[in-house]
């Protein structure tokens, strides 16, 4: 059984930095968890699921929202089967819950900004921008 594990959300004022971080384990899949791409999603209230980063299976390659470009950094530590995602000068539109997910069933991959590319998800980690 897959689990992702999100933490480091909370309440930080504009211009703030948090760093998410995203703990996967499941006999199997921790064993080849530097085989897959990892990537994180967040919602807003009353707004549709978007993309906010990837990293490919090794780290070589990322990939970013254009709203988190230059702001946002996605790592990843494959010794500790962890994935984090670094936000700096945050801002009150920033405001979502953040989910990390896996794609599961590609390999090698660079990975996608597409959700349904995703088999599975943390159960995801509020974070608040105030003004």
């Known amino acids: 059984q897959v689990q992702l594990v999100e933490s480091g959300g909370g309440l930080v004022q504009a211009g703030g930095s948090l760093r998410l971080s995203c703990a996967a384990s499941?006999?199997?899949?921790?064993?080849?968890?530097?085989?897959?791409?990892m990537s994180w999603f967040r919602q807003a209230p009353g707004k549709e699921r978007e993309f906010v980063a990837v990293?490919?299976?090794?780290?070589?390659?990322?990939n970013y929202a254009d709203s988190v470009k230059g702001r946002f950094t996605i790592s990843r530590d494959n010794g500790k089967n962890t994935v984090y995602l670094q936000m700096n000068s945050l801002k009150p539109e920033d405001t979502a819950v953040y989910y990390c997910?896996?794609?599961?069933?590609?390999?090698?991959?660079?990975?996608?900004?597409?959700?349904?590319?995703?088999?599975?998800w943390g159960q995801g980690t509020q974070v608040t921008v105030s003004s």
């Open positions: 997910a896996a794609d599961g069933r590609i390999e090698f991959y660079s990975g996608s900004s597409s959700s349904g590319n995703y088999n599975y």
């Open positions: 990293i490919s299976w090794d780290g070589g390659s990322t």
């Open positions: 499941g006999r199997t899949f921790s064993r080849y968890f530097s085989r897959y791409a």
